[in-house]
């Protein structure tokens, strides 16, 4: 860590720190970078890590020039992954009784992880999750669903759509005839889910926390678990320390801090997309791409952004469908992938598709069912020339 954003980073304890223009996103990302300490620790903002968790940090899962996870797999198919997390659940999103939202690989000195995880895929197939639990067998209904770290580079697009050009899009009952259906995720709060593989979050900051909270095992104001995803039959968990401290709004991590890291992320520039002229443009849009992937929607306050994607659900069929449901929304259903920093992951390891599945754009696109069924067919009717023309646009994006 450079000394600047090392000692930007310490003086976060002091409580209603005001940051100057720039330096806010200079201390997000010293946050960012930090390698967490179980409680207690000497130093109060460095602790809180676990009890149990995935990673220790964020960049940890996010790195590279988008930011997104680097996976590799191996001959045998064993996947090498710092990026890949595994969600636990039931069609219906019910959390594993034991185990909870998600496995957590990893435990603090002197408590036991919750289990070994090995990844691996057969070319471009579902990746498959092998568990080896500790504590205690999985529930009969629940399901393992791999979860690739995304892409991170231009996430602040996402916050800057006004949220009725996403309820504008809503079609489900499929009005117009062309087998699209999608539907915004509401909240209990009555909010809009964007952020994560099936909208969970409305805002940046919430998804941060979450994130911090689930992988991480941090609590902060917007998700106050000091012991992460530990459930009541994780007794061990319970009882260690936690970091809660009074300087932090009562938690691990203040409300400060996660909208520091939200800020450092809402800096990070995707390329500029192309002309919305470009030759190419009119085949994304004549296959059927563009009917969930929208090159641009409404910006709160006026003009648009960039982004394509609809940020509604849809429904992606079975061979996308790995059993795990959030509340509202089933198992098949996943939020349009915003198509932005495209561009930075061309030539790296970088995969796509919730659970890094697939190696190269074509094997995403041939993957995609249900609503999208359509839109594969036409895709792959293209000429060979109309094809490579096809991905190559999606790789400026």
Same mark, same amino acid.
């Given at each position: 860590?450079?000394?600047?954003?090392?000692?930007? &980073?310490?003086?976060?304890?002091?409580?209603?720190?005001?940051?100057? *223009?720039?330096?806010?996103?200079?201390?997000?990302?010293?946050?960012?970078?930090?390698?967490?300490?179980?409680?207690?620790?000497?130093?109060?903002?460095?602790?809180?890590?676990?009890?149990?968790?995935?990673?220790?940090?964020?960049?940890?899962?996010?790195?590279?020039?988008?930011?997104?996870?680097?996976?590799?797999?191996?001959?045998?198919?064993?996947?090498?992954?710092?990026?890949?997390?595994?969600?636990?659940?039931?069609?219906?999103?019910?959390?594993?009784?034991?185990?909870?939202?998600?496995?957590?690989?990893?435990?603090?000195?002197?408590?036991?992880?919750?289990?070994?995880?090995?990844?691996?895929?057969?070319?471009?197939?579902?990746?498959?999750?092998?568990?080896?639990?500790?504590?205690?067998?999985?529930?009969?209904?629940?399901?393992?669903?791999?979860?690739?770290?995304?892409?991170?580079?231009?996430?602040? @697009?996402?916050?800057?759509?006004?949220?009725?050009?996403?309820?504008?899009?809503?079609?489900?009952?499929?009005?117009?005839?062309?087998?699209?259906?999608?539907?915004?995720?509401? %909240?209990?709060?009555?909010?809009?889910? @964007?952020?994560?593989?099936?909208?969970?979050?409305?805002?940046?900051?919430?998804?941060?926390?979450?994130?911090?909270?689930? *992988?991480?095992?941090?609590?902060?104001?917007?998700?106050?678990?000091?012991?992460?995803?530990?459930?009541?039959?994780?007794? &061990?968990?319970?009882?260690?320390?936690?970091?809660?401290?009074?300087?932090?709004?009562?938690?691990?991590?203040?409300?400060?801090?996660?909208?520091?890291?939200?800020?450092?992320?809402?800096?990070?520039?995707?390329?500029?997309?192309?002309?919305?002229?470009?030759?190419?443009?009119?085949?994304?849009?004549?296959?059927?791409?563009?009917?969930?992937?929208?090159?641009?929607?409404?910006?709160?306050?006026?003009?648009?952004?960039?982004?394509?994607?609809?940020?509604?659900?849809?429904?992606?069929?079975?061979?996308?469908?790995?059993?795990?449901?959030?509340?509202?929304?089933?198992?098949?259903?996943? @939020?349009?992938?915003?198509?932005?920093?495209?561009?930075?992951?061309?030539?790296?390891?970088?995969?796509?598709?919730?659970?890094?599945?697939?190696?190269?754009?074509?094997?995403?696109? @041939?993957?995609?069912?249900?609503?999208?069924?359509? &839109?594969?067919?036409?895709?792959?009717?293209?000429?060979?020339?109309?094809?490579?023309?096809?991905?190559?646009?999606?790789?400026? %994006?």
């Amino acid at each position: 860590m450079r000394p600047l954003h090392a000692a930007l &980073a310490a003086l976060l304890v002091l409580p209603g720190l005001a940051l100057a *223009d720039g330096l806010d996103r200079a201390a997000g990302k010293a946050l960012f970078d930090r390698i967490w300490v179980a409680a207690p620790s000497s130093t109060l903002a460095n602790d809180g890590l676990g009890p149990l968790f995935n990673e220790k940090s964020c960049a940890s899962c996010h790195s590279g020039k988008a930011f997104a996870a680097k996976i590799e797999a191996a001959p045998d198919g064993t996947i090498a992954a710092r990026g890949l997390a595994t969600r636990l659940g039931d069609a219906l999103g019910h959390p594993d009784p034991l185990y909870g939202r998600q496995i957590q690989p990893r435990a603090v000195q002197g408590l036991e992880s919750e289990g070994t995880v090995t990844y691996r895929t057969a070319g471009e197939g579902p990746v498959s999750v092998a568990f080896a639990p500790a504590l205690g067998p999985l529930d009969p209904a629940t399901r393992l669903g791999p979860r690739l770290a995304p892409p991170l580079a231009g996430i602040g @697009r996402i916050g800057l759509v006004d949220p009725a050009a996403i309820l504008a899009g809503e079609d489900p009952d499929d009005r117009d005839g062309d087998g699209v259906k999608g539907h915004a995720r509401r %909240l209990p709060d009555g909010a809009i889910g @964007r952020y994560g593989w099936k909208a969970s979050a409305a805002t940046l900051d919430q998804q941060v926390a979450d994130a911090f909270m689930l *992988d991480i095992g941090m609590s902060s104001p917007l998700s106050p678990h000091p012991h992460g995803d530990c459930t009541k039959g994780e007794t &061990a968990c319970l009882a260690a320390p936690d970091g809660r401290d009074a300087t932090f709004d009562g938690e691990e991590i203040s409300r400060q801090m996660i909208g520091l890291v939200s800020a450092y992320l809402d800096g990070l520039a995707a390329p500029k997309s192309p002309a919305v002229d470009d030759p190419a443009a009119s085949l994304f849009a004549a296959t059927g791409c563009a009917a969930c992937h929208r090159p641009a929607l409404a910006k709160t306050g006026g003009g648009s952004v960039a982004l394509y994607s609809d940020l509604l659900l849809h429904d992606m069929g079975p061979g996308l469908d790995d059993g795990v449901g959030e509340p509202g929304v089933a198992s098949a259903e996943w @939020r349009t992938a915003p198509l932005i920093a495209l561009a930075l992951r061309r030539g790296t390891k970088t995969r796509y598709l919730h659970d890094g599945r697939a190696e190269t754009l074509d094997a995403a696109i @041939r993957a995609h069912g249900g609503e999208a069924s359509r &839109a594969r067919t036409n895709y792959a009717a293209l000429s060979e020339e109309d094809r490579m023309r096809l991905l190559t646009f999606l790789d400026r %994006l």
